[in-house]
């Protein structure tokens, strides 16, 4: 049996540690290792919720809109959207062949500080 809160938490935790790792590198113009944090944030922040909502260890899995189904979350089509661009960002950062282009600064610091708002609403609702 597993401890539900103890994931909860954990996952939680980690959400936030990235957040602040993200806020580092991108301060420090290493956008697309920022962005790739940006969507640890929010995988962690949602498989969060997959364990609340299943009862169970998260699937090990990055794709953030099979994570969102699996937890039962519901997002508008922006936040939707923006999931696909996170997405976009962690495959580089798991295989080098992969370049996305990297978006321009105020688009990075935008990305940024949807993942602040995502991060928060979805702690709200746990």
Known sequence: MIDINKQIGYWIKGAGD???TADLLIREKRIIHGLFFCHLVIEKAIKAHVAK???EFAPKSHNLIYLSEKADLKFDDETVTF???LMKYQL???YPDYNPALPDILKVNEYFEKTKILLQWLKARL
């Open 18 to 20: 990235d957040l602040m």
């Open 92 to 94: 580089q950062g798991r």
């Open 53 to 55: 909502a299943t009862g």
């Open 83 to 85: 999931l696909g661009i």
